[in-house]
């Protein structure tokens, strides 16, 4: 039987780790609302929006991450304040975390819930009346995805899953409903040179490591070809480092005069979503972006470096990941490459192209 009153805290300021775990949350979510159970879900506010219907009847508090970020002050002070106390009056029962995260866990400790789990023997033990020994690495083969550790979370703690057989669950995003760009949202993008009436190619050059990002020449090369096949290049993203490779793709494009539109930091995540909709492909970086593509069901390469693949490879089946892992020493690590990160840099041009079913003659 279930605890009255749960609470889940995953407030992760990852998308893709978010994606990847949003299925679960839903399925955990719906047996839930069916059963009577209250339940609270903590999620970083930067994904309220997009999140906003995913999970219908459960009660949602955001962490304020962007307040915090920007120092200690008032507002930041009292924005943290407001969510504690939002996640302490809920008076869970039960509160669990699902994510190897600091902020997660020290939420979880001031949740005040009658019993408060850990997900992860790697965190911190202080104060949890049970810590999981969960992996997330060195999985049984067939079960390496992070969507299996986070599985197993609810697996460990007797926490049904849409009241579905286990036979039944595959690995899944979470379900997310868009809508189709508006008339306002369309207008914005003409006003940029973005016709979505039009073939439109969606390329994510940052990354949020730089073990993560493909060179940026690639991506311009890619961005050339594309643009010679018919499609609009259009370049997404948000931070410094998406806006310094987006500013390079451009400024290099330029020269030859090959129109690429830049959107990075001008499109919110809702918005983002609801252009992805509308759009033929996307090429990227192991990233949230790319990820949400792939969500969204969204044809696409997702390019790999160091990272273990098995484990935060994409979901969606329109999407290809592409690695070239034994192009490196077998010793290399993400943060001591003994190569330069040739598993990253031996990716082709042409080869993302094929992926997407654009054959080319052209390689590097």
Known sequence: MLPGRIALINPTKFLGNLLLAG????????????????????????????????LPGAQLVYYPRRALSQGLSFNSARSWLRCVRQIRGFAADLAFTIEEDSVGHRLTHLSGARRKVSSTV??????????????????????QGIWYSFRDVFRALDLPLAGRNETDLVPDYVSLAPAAPGRQLRERLAAVGVDLAQPVALLHAGASKHYKQWPVQQFETVARLLAGRGYQPVLIGAGQRDTAANRAITEAL???GQPCVDL?????????ASMMTAVDM???????????????????????????????????????????RQACAPNCTRHRCLRQYACLQSITPSQVLGALGLETQFDQ
């Open 122 to 143: 790697h965190r911190y033990h202080w104060g949890f009346d049970q810590v999981l020994d969960i992996p997330r690495s060195g999985r049984p083969a067939g079960e």
């Open 23 to 54: 299925g679960l949350m839903q399925q955990f979510n719906a047996h839930c609302q069916r059963q009577g159970t209250e339940l609270l879900v903590v999620l970083d506010e930067s994904f309220r929006e997009l999140f906003a219907d995913a």
């Open 254 to 256: 330029a020269v030859d």
């Open 282 to 324: 996307m090429v990227g970086n192991d990233s949230g972006p790319s990820h949400l593509a792939s969500a969204l069901g969204v044809c696409g390469v997702v390019i790999f470096g160091p990272t273990e693949l098995a484990i935060w490879r994409p979901l969606g089946a329109q999407t290809t990941a592409l690695q070239q």
């Open 264 to 272: 990075c930091n001008q499109l919110s995540l809702a918005e983002l």
